[in-house]
């Protein structure tokens, strides 16, 4: 630092015009003690709650109040400035992000949800995960069709669906939660990834509104004894295809058109998508063309060579698909930095393929004693659920986890009993318990504890 | 005697029977919604039901020799997987790692405990052979797909399963043939099914109890992410929000050395700059697959564009030529492997990123 830091006491500074820089709050930190760190952290545009930076605070208050603003004094923008309103300027550090080195073709890649800043259940349409397999398409709505079919009379009325037609029908609108199978994946081994941005942002959750799959296998006249998978393939390049088996088709799988109370995004499958509660992403095929019924697996490529778990035996398990109840904490959580000790609410994501969030518990000690978290309502079913617990952070080392429980009884497994299992070559299904390491130094890390 | 109420009963019940059994065998027919929708002609069926599976349902006639194969490889493959299915640049390899005690086996060794091999490659984890042949043809090339014919398509997974010793060089892959081929298939044994992971009233594999005071554990940090990637992912600071009860650390710096014990309440926000200007080109090279084989400053499959604007800086009439290898592609210009056409680029698209390269590619 240039300036000598008796320049500053007793006045404040301008704000620097990017940041405060990590020497200045490494030095306020040094000097905490001395009249100086206090004027220091004061010039840089801090409020320090002592009687020293109180001092250096006007006597009468400070500026944002005293000192009336352009938009307090000024007039503001019209009605319809923006057709379609966008996020404050001041949140644009939330943003989809690819994870560097991850792929190497941004058509077949993923960007991440900022789970760091999402608040509640549902991801904001822009900031939903993406995953395209061979990019992705404004396709236009009037051309798209949807056809169901069967092999060997499985279907007696083969059917094509315009988007009319589609959404003419009796349709549901339900909110779940989205899970890519990588998610989580890279960490298997070993910490690998800085925030939960890239560590868990694989994960969405919306509400979906379409018609159920099922309405549309009866219309079409499935023989239900006949059949017993459904393909679902998609309209892009990559024709994306999945086996899913009946009973699932028959449950609660919709055939989605709306997302969030508009239509999907193009990144999401505009116009037509699949949504599969509690499966894995892959299988929710986006741009949805077709589906067709038969008696036998598909074997497909992302179910043959891609979303198999690798095991111990040299073996790969294929066809795994229910995303198993999982939890992570969104704040504090990796490479955030804590600004103060005392109170924080510690807040995060539960999640269940098998069905809804019985209870979360948090522990602050790397896993020695656990306290139950409060369930923020709604609480559904292979959907998000919010939890909270309070927290006073003593300015100690600290390891933050979260495990959760779902309405099976199933309890999110730690990291090295996954791996007693099923091995480190696996990339997908990690659901083990998340670690962050709260530092002395306020900065919270990645770390694995078990 | 029955009751006169019981006879009632029975009565209204033997006229729903009726009245369903007279409306029609399918419930579904008695939906006011029924008739939405039209149905799917034979034509249409057809043109979109490819999907090929494991017991060959749906797989078309027709041959292809891996002499073909070859020939659509260098043409229309090669640049992304390389020329012999082996590269690691813009996908997985596809060849590599099986031996021919794995195609005796059906298992592939390099896939078990203790293998040292660097992949797991196609060839390696893929036990149907189906599988390949319904993705070539649903799904490739890469910026055509759909686009080869069948016969073509039976040549390129001839010519991968030659690659991988599955077939000899002379061999005619078929519909007639290509079940004695699964045969050979090196991971035809390596598939399992784990049924309580796909149905969704299943118990996982996994156990954890729900332990609440002191519970086994040493607390002890097994893994955390290395110094050297503390910036890997770029400055997290611009990643999280300007207000609330955190920030994002500047992973631009070393983690501060000294401890928290003072309230440090930033004020001036670290906002990201939005997308910096001039980089429509750069929007342009990632939205057409350009970057899928050409870094800006650097050489993936073929040159970065520096080298292209180095190499032909002050060419005449070099926005024009660099437009035709854009849209027709070219070979032999940076070495062996071709650049294939770009049919997809539009004409605006091309003249903009040929004017870019051509102006120093910055």
């Given at each position: ?12 500074l ?17 000097a ?8 220091l ?39 319809a400035?923006?057709g ?10 939330l ?22 800043g ?24 009037s ?5 169901v079919?069967?092999?060997d ?7 094509v669906?315009t988007m009319?037609?589609l ?13 890519c ?26 509400e ?45 799988v919709i ?18 998508r699949?949504v599969?509660p ?21 074997a ?28 992570v ?7 955030q ?5 005392g ?16 209870r ?8 020695r ?11 559904l079913?292979k ?9 006073v952070?003593?300015g100690?080392?600290?390891?933050l ?32 318990i ?17 | ?7 009632t ?6 006229t ?16 006011p ?21 494991p ?29 012999f ?26 896939l ?26 649903r799904?490739?090339?890469?910026n ?58 299943g118990?996982?594999d996994?156990?954890n ?40 650390a ?20 670290v ?15 990632n ?21 292209v ?16 290898k854009?849209?027709?592609g ?13 049919p ?15 102006a120093?590619?910055?």
């Amino acid at each position: 630092m240039s300036k000598d830091l008796s320049e500053v006491i007793g006045r404040v500074l301008p704000a620097p015009e990017n940041h405060l820089s990590p020497e200045l709050l490494d030095q306020a930190r040094k000097a905490r003690r001395s009249f100086m760190g206090k004027a220091l952290a004061m010039g840089a545009g801090a409020v320090a709650s002592t009687a020293a930076a109180t001092k250096a605070l006007a006597a009468e208050g400070e500026d944002a109040i005293l000192k009336l603003p352009e938009h307090t004094t000024g007039l503001g923008q019209p009605v319809a400035a923006l057709g379609y309103g966008q996020p404050s300027k001041w949140e644009a550090n939330l943003q989809r992000r690819e994870s560097p080195g991850l792929t190497r073709v941004s058509q077949a890649s993923v960007s991440f949800t900022p789970l760091q800043g999402v608040f509640g259940i549902i991801t904001p349409s822009g900031l939903h995960f993406e995953r395209h397999h061979q990019g992705w398409w404004d396709i236009d709505p009037s051309k798209h069709r949807l056809m169901v079919h069967g092999d060997d009379g499985m279907i007696k009325r083969p059917r094509v669906f315009t988007m009319d037609d589609l959404m003419r029908l009796p349709s549901v609108s339900r909110i779940h939660f989205i899970e890519c199978g990588a998610n989580s994946a890279p960490e298997w081994g070993n910490v690998a990834l800085p925030s939960v941005q890239y560590t868990h942002g694989m994960v969405s959750c919306s509400e979906f509104t379409g018609v159920l799959l099922s309405t549309l296998l009866e219309m079409c006249g499935i023989d239900k004894k006949k059949a017993k998978y459904v393909l679902a393939e998609g309209a892009d390049g990559s024709s994306m295809t999945r086996t899913i088996p009946l009973d699932r088709a028959m449950d609660d799988v919709i055939v989605a058109w709306g997302m969030n109370g508009e239509m999907l995004r193009p990144e999401n499958g505009y116009p037509l998508r699949l949504v599969v509660p509690g499966i894995q992403g892959v299988s929710w095929v986006k741009y949805l063309r077709r589906i067709e019924v038969g008696d036998q697996k598909w074997a497909t490529k992302d179910e043959a060579v891609h979303y198999i778990d690798h095991m111990p035996d040299g073996t790969h398990r294929q066809y795994t698909g229910i995303q198993e109840c999982k939890s992570v904490i969104t704040t504090p959580s990796g490479s955030q930095t804590l600004l103060d000790r005392g109170y924080y609410n510690i807040t995060g994501l539960a999640w269940s393929g098998r069905g809804t969030i019985k209870r979360v518990d948090v522990s602050v000690d790397g896993g020695r004693n656990w306290r139950t978290a409060r369930l923020e309502g709604p609480v559904l079913p292979k959907a998000l659920t919010r939890f909270n617990i309070d927290w006073v952070w003593d300015g100690k080392p600290a390891i933050l986890q979260s495990r959760a429980i779902d309405s099976t009884g199933y309890v999110q497994p730690k990291i090295n009993q996954l791996r007693a299992v099923r091995g480190t070559k696996s990339i997908y299904h990690q659901n083990a318990i998340q670690s962050w390491l709260v530092s002395e130094n306020g900065e919270v890390s990645n770390v694995q504890v078990y | 005697m029955k009751s006169k109420f019981q006879q009632t009963l029975h009565a209204v019940a033997l006229t729903a029977v009726l009245a369903t059994l007279g409306t029609g065998a399918a419930l579904a027919q008695s939906k006011p919604w029924h008739d939405i929708g039209r149905d799917a002609k034979p034509a249409e069926i057809k043109a979109w039901d490819i999907d090929v599976r494991p017991d060959f349902k749906g797989l078309p006639k027709g041959s292809g020799s891996v002499s073909l194969g070859e020939e659509v490889w260098e043409g229309k493959c090669a640049s992304c997987h390389g020329t012999f299915g082996e590269s690691n640049e813009v996908f997985t390899p596809i060849v590599g790692g099986t031996t021919k005690a794995d195609i005796e086996r059906g298992r592939v060794k390099n896939l078990e405990e203790g293998s040292s091999y660097p992949q797991k490659t196609t060839m390696m984890k893929v036990a149907t052979v189906s599988t390949l042949w319904d993705y070539i043809n649903r799904a490739m090339p890469w910026n055509a797909p759909k686009s080869l014919s069948t016969d073509e398509v039976y040549g390129v997974v001839a010519y991968i399963l030659n690659l991988a010793e599955v077939v000899p060089a002379d061999y005619v892959l078929s519909d007639q043939n290509i079940a004695d081929v699964q045969k050979r298939m090196p991971n035809r044994n390596g598939m399992v099914f784990y049924e309580p992971l796909w149905r969704v009233d299943g118990k996982g594999d996994v156990k954890n109890v729900a332990c609440m005071k002191d519970c086994p554990t040493d607390a002890k940090i097994r893994s955390s992410l290395p110094g050297f990637a503390r910036d890997a992912h770029g400055n997290i600071q611009e990643q999280n929000r300007v207000i609330g009860p955190v920030r994002g650390a500047d992973t631009t710096k070393p983690a501060p050395t000294a401890p928290l014990t003072q309230k440090i309440s930033v004020a001036a926000p670290v906002v990201l700059a939005q997308a910096a200007g001039g980089s429509d080109a750069k929007a342009l090279l990632n939205s057409n697959s350009c970057t899928a084989c050409h870094g800006v400053n650097s050489k993936i499959v073929g040159p970065g564009f520096n080298e292209v604007a180095a190499k032909h800086k002050d060419k005449a009439g070099l926005q024009a030529y660099l437009i035709d290898k854009i849209k027709n592609g070219g070979a032999g210009v940076y070495g062996a492997i071709p650049m294939p056409a770009q049919p997809q680029v539009s004409d605006a698209d091309a003249t903009a990123i040929a004017a870019w390269i051509a102006a120093g590619a910055k």
